[in-house]
T-cell receptor, first 117, second 111 residues
Framework: NAGVTQTPKFQVLKTGQSMTLQCAQD?????MSWYRQDPGMGLRLIHY???????DQGEVPNGYNVSRSTTEDFPLRLLSAAPSQTSVYFC????????????????FGAGSRLTVL | RKEVEQDPGPFNVPEGATVAFNCTYS??????FFWYRQDCRKEPKLLMS???SGNEDGRFTAQLNRASQYISLLIRDSKLSDSATYLC????????????FGAGTRLFVKA
């Protein structure tokens, strides 16, 4: 059981370039989300999805796009990379954002380290 | 004000010590609560869910006080392997479904 798979693990971009961080889960989770983690600031929610075809913004959505065409995949697109987007990005999923506490537990991918020069 | 606030630490304790972490949350509509553990350069992993009646898992005890909007984690008999960052996490279900993380409390357990 792979869980949550993120690619790439490392990426260096130049300012203005675009790229997509991939996230896939094989647990049939409804809820998927993207976070960025910066020193001293903890994890901040970028975008999330409660099911295929449904996405919504988190705390820090500017400069990022998402789509959820299937239950399994939730890619994060950087439209025009900026140095401020240098960070570690985590994708996470859970069975559901509501209901039983156990269903809300997030499973994380291993993270993607992005540097924008 | 941050939605979830934690003392950043670091907490430096000897092996065998008891250490307590506190966390406050601002949204009274918060629905579920968790403690996650994150090792250096790794992804966060669930340590334990926090139930209204309080719950214990071995050396770890979590408490929730909804009236004060306060969550705690107690670690007894600290081990070297407990060294990590502990993240307080809250689920919100108001105008969207969001899981909000505190910035984390760093723990160092020394021999």
């Amino acid at each position: 059981n792979a869980g949550v798979t993120q690619t790439p693990k490392f990426q260096v971009l130049k300012t203005g370039q675009s790229m997509t961080l991939q996230c896939a889960q094989d647990m049939n989770h409804e809820y998927m989300s993207w976070y960025r983690q910066d020193p001293g600031m903890g994890l901040r929610l970028i975008h999330y999805s409660v099911g295929a075809g449904i996405t919504d913004q988190g705390e820090v959505p500017n400069g990022y796009n998402v789509s959820r065409s299937t239950t399994e995949d939730f890619p994060l697109r950087l439209l025009s990379a900026a140095p401020s987007q240098t960070s570690v990005y985590f994708c996470a999923s859970s069975y559901s954002p509501v209901g039983r506490v156990e269903a809300n537990v997030l499973t994380f991918g291993a993270g993607s380290r992005l540097t924008v020069l | 004000r941050k939605e979830v606030e934690q003392d950043p630490g670091p907490f430096n304790v000897p092996e065998g010590a008891t250490v307590a972490f506190n966390c406050t949350y601002s949204n009274s509509a918060s629905q579920s609560f968790f403690w996650y553990r994150q090792d250096c350069r790794k992804e966060p992993k669930l340590l334990m869910s926090v139930y209204s009646s309080g719950n214990e898992d071995g050396r770890f005890t979590a408490q929730l006080n909804r009236a004060s909007q306060y969550i705690s984690l107690l670690i007894r008999d600290s081990k070297l392997s407990d060294s990590a960052t502990y993240l307080c996490v809250v689920n919100l279900n108001t105008g969207g479904f969001k899981t909000i993380f505190g910035a984390g409390t760093r723990l160092f357990v020394k021999a």
